[in-house]
């Protein structure tokens, strides 16, 4: 069955340091990875996503994520976080033959000026 | 333009009751989902339409859960004697074809069963 890890479960900034979440997740085929983004009082939306091909993809926002198949890996990044980052983050999984999508628990970046 | 409309935004009610919660999709959306997330975690698939039918509902946690899609748009996901357990935010979301075209997530209703 897919699952999906996210490791970190809070994690505090200041402004203009560098991000990294982590996101692992159990698929034995072939996969397709997406970060969704929570801000506060708001609906998910889509942060962004890899289906194939270069596997350092870039969303909105400045951010990025790298798919690192031998590591079962999707993790995002951002080289300078700013206050309005502050949100809580998703990291999903579905198998390339579905449209279930697997949800991470989340990971709660507050990012303080 | 219009996102999805999930009503009631809250929604309170006594253990054993019914409830039925309603998802109004983007218009031309194809796709339709249902999810469940409580606090602490990541939402949880419940079911997934592709037009009017079922195409996924192995995220159902038991018969008490039932969703219908009867026109391909707007959807209700109902719930029999409802158990404390069953508080939760429902989402839904919807997509324009599915296939993995992005999914657009409503604002939840969040269910208190008291």
């Known amino acids: 069955a897919q699952s999906v890890s996210q490791h970190n479960h809070h994690v505090i900034l200041s402004e203009a340091a560098s991000l990294e979440l982590g996101c692992n997740y159990s698929?034995?085929?072939?996969?397709?990875l997406f970060w969704y983004v929570q801000y506060p009082g708001q609906h998910l939306q889509l942060l962004l996503k890899?289906?194939?091909?270069?596997?350092l993809v870039k969303g909105i926002k400045g951010f990025e994520a790298e798919f690192i198949k031998s590591k079962f890996s999707f993790n995002l990044r951002k080289p300078s976080v700013q206050w309005s980052d502050t949100a809580e983050y998703f990291c999903?999984?579905?198998?390339?033959?579905?449209?279930?999508?697997?949800f991470g628990t989340g990971t709660r970046l507050q990012v303080f000026p | 333009g219009a996102g999805v409309s999930q009503t009631p935004s809250n929604k309170v009610t006594e253990k054993g009751k019914y409830v039925e919660l309603r998802c109004d999709p983007i218009?031309?959306?194809?796709?339709l989902y249902w999810y469940r997330q409580s606090l602490g975690q990541g939402p949880e698939f419940l079911i997934y339409?592709?037009?009017?039918?079922?195409?996924?509902d192995s995220g159902l946690p038991n018969d008490r859960f039932f969703a219908v899609r009867p026109e391909g748009s707007v959807s209700t996901l109902k719930i029999q004697r409802t158990e404390r357990g069953d508080s939760a935010v429902y989402l839904c979301?919807?997509?324009?074809?599915?296939?993995?075209?992005?999914?657009?997530f409503g604002n939840g209703t969040r269910l208190t069963v008291t």
């Open positions: 979301a919807s997509s324009r074809t599915g296939n993995n075209s992005p999914l657009h």
């Open positions: 999903a999984v579905n198998g390339d033959n579905t449209d279930k999508l697997i």
């Open positions: 218009s031309g959306h194809t796709a």
């Open positions: 698929y034995g085929g072939t996969v397709n």
């Open positions: 339409f592709q037009g009017t039918g079922a195409a996924d």
């Open positions: 890899y289906f194939s091909g270069d596997p």
